[in-house]
């Protein structure tokens, strides 16, 4: 990912907030049946100081066949992003010198995959990432609420993913290449949007001009 200094997002707190806050990320591998995207649920783990991602497959998926042990693989995890009217900056009514363009936020995750076939293993990584999920509903739900021969029956058909954090990237695009009066003008306009994402990057760009 090609990051201009203005938008490289170094903050080890941003950067794992926003992967726990938008955890349905893109897992990229490559094997010898080529390049391949799985869009999948991610929780985070840490283990003796090291980051690791964990994650589930169904067992007729074939990734677990196609891709080596230990293959570096990339993970894509995307925030907030929308499009930026010229119409928002001050200085397109002045001199017309403006384009449109888009803000996002986005983590790239870089590491070693492992996949597990070990159904404790398995069972308590999906209760990992179901407690994460329920956490603050009225009413959380919890594996152990279904039947143990049904968990049992269900938990050969998947395939547990283990990813070995190596490199975290994060771009923050938030118009930090405009002029005080063009950042404005996109909070403004972003924040009169129907759109919860436009009202969400308004937030964003807001929030970097106080940090």
Known sequence: MHIP????????????????????ATLITHSTSGME??????????????LYLHAHIAKVNCLWQSVA???EVLVVFNG??????????PTKQQTGKAVPT??????????????????AWIYQALENLTDEHEFGLDNPWAISDAPAPYIDKMLPAIVGIEIAVTSITGQWKLSQNQPLV??????????????QNDKTVADMVQAQLQA
């Open 182 to 195: 063009n950042q404005v003008g996109v909070i403004d306009g972003l924040s009169a949007s129907t759109k």
């Open 80 to 89: 907030p992003n929308c499009y930026i009217s010229p119409n928002h900056y």
């Open 5 to 24: 200094k203005q938008f490289k997002q170094e903050n080890d707190t941003e950067l794992l907030e926003l992967m726990r806050e938008y955890p349905f």
């Open 102 to 119: 888009w803000n996002y936020v986005a983590v790239h995750v870089k590491g070693s995959i492992s996949f597990i076939n070990d159904a």
């Open 37 to 50: 995207a799985n869009h999948l649920p991610i929780s985070l783990s840490w283990q003796e100081d090291k």
């Open 69 to 71: 042990k230990s293959s």
